[in-house]
Each structure stands twice: as structure tokens, then as C-alpha cells.
């Protein structure tokens, strides 16, 4: 493989992280005005402008990013080409990925105020903002652009290798296959509603404008017919990489190969009809509660089949417990309670109690970030060695496991309990009987952020001066 291959994938792993570290940084001062009921550390707006960028840095800074660069190093080692095609342009387009970090991170440094309309965008917050959200829809233009580019990268390149034989080839190239072509669906979805919301803002349009009659709910129907394939596009590479690394671990093959194709297969065509079910408490009738409900219910078969398959395959083999496959070990965990969660919120009466509250944080933090997180360090502690011809600690590298394991389930496990009790989300104010809870969560996301610093310096920092 040519290290014009490996140095833009590496681009792409260490600006993510980065990412990732900026992003954690936000978040810590979020927690840190949510330790006490009667904390005031920051303004209300300036505390609801670190939840919109947290959660905007987090999926478009250091989720998406990462993936690509993952892609960019495994798959031309698998295919055994040189390079992925069109290499040039994705060192171009790693530059459109730069300058979209760049106008989030100025959107927050800027004078007249800080963006507080939340990750979604919602309208007419966003319309009504300053002229911070245009720093932002810039920087989303950017990193679709890059989004599009990679996914026909990627698709492009496997397709080529496997023009007849697709049944033949690794669960791995399946997921980013299926994965790039979700992307390809949505990703302009997502680019036509950000130019509408600059319509309605700059050219008195009526798209979602309320003062000219416009249609918010509307919005909200688009934003997530982008939004909830999203999760997918997220978390379908991490199903390669655990199906992978577990045959290596288990000395096994994957359990029912063909099935877990199609349940990749189905699970990415039936994300394209549940959006609605963010929206139960929107004013959706009955009849289409009902459709979103079940079709949401329904996304739950192929999920478990994968699970079930991934638990055989790992049953009766001959297990080497190395840090890559603690951390599948770790994915499985999270996704199964993530999934669990899921249930509770695809039925539309519980979801009427739970929307807005901090259980909904709980669930797609298990299912978004805590198992893309060990997804991405299971591939990573998986593929470096083999691709940089480095060994990192075995001693330090499951500490960090541990120590991430342990704090990010310290960190987002309360959250359930403050949900059940019916605590409101994006909140800074709370009354005194949350209390113990939100200071158990900050207190353990301050550790949480210490372990991934311990990961950058001791783990990746020498691999990255190597």
C-alpha cells in the first residue's frame, strides 16, 4: 500500500481526534456549570452554545472524519491496491474538512454572540440567530462536500475490485460500502435544507419561516430524514470493524455470514422511514405515530441478529483477550444498552414522557459515542501495528481501555435515572434533588477526559512522532 494512502488517512485519524479533544473540552465546561443546582458559571446562552457545538463538533468533526480515515488505511490493505482511487482529490477535500473546522471553532469565538439554537438547527432559532449561523452552514457545506467525495471514494474503489463477486467479499468493505451509499442519499438532503434556512434568512423566503407562514414542523421532518440515517452512516463501519476483529480474536468465522449482510442491508433501507419518531410529541396523527413506531420496532430484528451473531461467533473459540478485542468486547456492551434504550423510545406513548429528558442523552450517547468511540479504538489498536510497523504498550493500552470503560459507563449510566425522574435536557438550572447525580456524571466526565489524554500522550503521540 502506498504511504500517500496511509498519510492521508492518518490526516484525516489525527484531525478527528483533535476534534474529538476540542469537543470534550466543551463538554467539560458544560458539566462543570451542571455540578451544583446553584452553580452559575456561565451565561445561559453561552451554556447553550457549548451543547450546540458539542454536538456539532462531535458527529461532524471527529465522528465522520474518523471513519474516512479508517477507510483510507484499511480498506486498499484489504483490496491490495496501492491506493484508494482518486487520492489526490481527497487530500483536497481533507482540506475542505479543515476549513469547516475552522468556521465552527470561529463561530464560538465571535463577538456578537454565540450560535444557541442546539446541533439540530432548529428553525426559527436558527433563522433568528446572528450572523454566527452562517459560520456554521458554511462549515456544514464544507464537510458535505467532503462527505459526498469520500463516499464515492470509497464506493467507487470497492466496487471496481468486486465488479461480480460481492458475496465474496469481508463484512468490513460491506459496512463502508453500505455506509457511503447512505451517505450518498442523505448527504444532500442535509445541503438543500441548510440553503433553505439561508433563504428564509437573507431572502424572506417561506420555507420555515413563521412570520411568513412558513412550516416548522416541516424542518423538523427534513433535518430528520437526514439526521436518523445518520446514526447509520456513524455506526454501520463500526459493525465491520467488531465483525472483523472478532473472527481474528476467536479463531472463528463470523457466524451466518450471509445474515449479517442482509441485516446490514435492512437495517440501512429501514432507517430511511423512521424519522418520525423524533417527532411523537410534534403534533404527528395517530396513523403516522403508529408507522413510525412499529417500522422503528421493526429496525430492532436485524439489529439483534447481528448481536446474536457476534455473541456465537465469539462462543466456544479460542479467545485472546488483547486490547483490540476488549474494546469489540466494550462496543457490544454499550450498543446492547444503547439498543435496549432504543426499544423504550420507539414506543410512542413512553417516548411522550422520556422526550427532552436526560434519558435520551443516556441512549444516544451509548449508541453514538461510547460504541463508535471503541469501534474506532478497537480498529485503530487493531491496525496500527500491522500498518505503521510499531508496537504500542500492552500494559498501557488496557489501562486505557479500563479506564475508559469505567468512566463512560459512570459518565452516561446516571443519565438513565435522571431521565426516569424527569429531568429536562439542554437545562443549566435544576431543582436540589438531581443534585447527587449531576455530580457524579461531571466529576466522572472529568476522568473520562483525563484517560483520553493519557491515550494521547503514552499511546498515540509516540506512534505519531514515529
Known amino acids: 500500500m502506498n504511504n500517500n494512502n496511509l498519510f492521508l488517512g492518518f490526516l484525516y485519524f489525527t484531525f478527528s481526534f483533535f476534534m474529538f479533544i476540542f469537543s470534550g473540552i466543551l463538554v467539560l465546561g458544560l458539566r462543570l456549570e451542571l455540578i451544583n443546582f446553584s452553580t452559575n458559571v456561565f451565561k445561559i446562552d453561552f451554556f447553550n452554545s457549548l451543547t450546540t457545538l458539542h454536538g456539532l463538533i462531535m458527529i461532524f468533526g471527529f465522528l465522520i472524519p474518523s471513519f474516512n480515515g479508517l477507510s483510507y488505511w484499511v480498506i486498499p490493505y484489504l483490496l491490495f491496491y496501492k491506493n484508494l482511487f482518486f487520492l ?16 465552527i471553532v470561529f463561530s464560538f469565538f465571535l463577538p456578537f454572540g454565540n450560535l444557541t439554537s442546539g446541533w439540530t438547527l432548529y428553525t426559527p432559532l436558527s433563522i433568528q440567530s446572528n450572523f454566527n449561523i452562517d459560520f ?36 468490513f468493505l460491506w459496512s463502508f460500502l453500505i455506509a457511503s ?14 440553503t433553505m434556512i439561508i433563504f428564509d434568512k437573507y431572502f424572506n423566503t417561506s420555507f420555515f419561516n413563521p412570520v411568513f407562514k412558513g412550516d416548522v414542523v416541516m424542518y423538523q421532518h427534513i433535518f430528520w430524514f437526514f439526521g436518523h440515517p445518520e446514526v447509520y452512516i456513524i455506526i454501520l463501519p463500526s459493525f465491520g470493524i467488531v465483525s472483523q476483529i472478532i473472527t481474528v480474536f476467536s479463531k472463528k468465522k463470523i457466524f451466518s455470514y450471509s445474515s449479517m449482510i442482509y441485516a446490514m442491508v435492512s437495517i440501512s433501507i429501514v432507517s430511511l422511514i423512521v424519522w418520525g419518531h423524533h417527532m411523537f410529541v410534534s403534533g404527528v396523527p395517530f396513523l403516522a405515530q403508529s408507522f413510525f413506531m412499529y417500522c422503528t420496532m421493526l429496525i430492532s430484528i436485524p439489529t439483534g441478529i447481528k448481536v446474536f451473531n457476534w455473541i456465537f461467533t465469539i462462543w466456544r473459540g479460542f479467545l485472546y483477550f488483547e486490547t483490540p478485542f476488549l474494546f469489540v468486547l466494550g462496543f457490544i456492551f454499550f450498543f446492547i444498552i444503547g439498543g435496549f434504550s432504543g426499544l423504550l423510545l420507539s414506543s410512542a406513548p413512553l417516548d411522550i414522557f422520556y422526550h427532552g429528558t436526560y434519558f435520551v442523552v443516556a441512549h444516544f450517547h451509548y449508541i453514538m ?18 500498518l505503521f510497523k510499531v508496537k504500542f504498550n500492552n500494559f498501557r493500552s488496557k489501562l486505557h481501555f479500563w479506564l475508559t470503560f469505567f468512566f463512560l459507563n459512570f459518565s452516561f449510566f446516571p443519565m438513565h435515572f435522571l431521565g426516569f425522574k424527569g429531568m429536562p435536557r439542554r437545562y443549566c438550572d435544576y431543582p436540589i434533588c438531581y443534585n447527587f447525580y449531576n455530580k457524579f456524571i461531571t466529576y466522572n466526565s472529568f476522568f473520562l477526559g483525563f484517560s483520553q489524554i493519557y491515550y494521547f500522550y503514552f499511546i498515540f503521540f509516540p506512534i505519531l512522532c514515529f
Not at 88 to 103: A, D, H, M, R, V
Not at 141 to 165: A, D, G, P
Request: a positive charge.
Open 181 to 194: 451509499y447512505l451517505s450518498l442519499i442523505v448527504t444532500p438532503i442535509l445541503i438543500g435544507l441548510i
Open 369 to 386: 459515542v461510547s460504541s463508535s468511540i471503541f469501534s474506532i479504538y478497537s480498529c485503530w489498536y487493531y491496525w496500527s501495528p500491522i
Open 88 to 103: 489526490k482529490s481527497g487530500f483536497y477535500f481533507f482540506f475542505f474538512l479543515l476549513f469547516s473546522s475552522i468556521f
Open 136 to 171: 456554521i452552514i458554511f462549515s456544514i457545506y464544507f464537510l458535505s462536500f467532503s462527505t459526498i467525495f469520500n463516499s464515492l471514494n470509497i464506493s467507487i474503489t470497492i466496487l471496481k475490485f468486486f465488479k461480480l463477486s460481492l458475496l465474496k467479499m469481508s463484512i
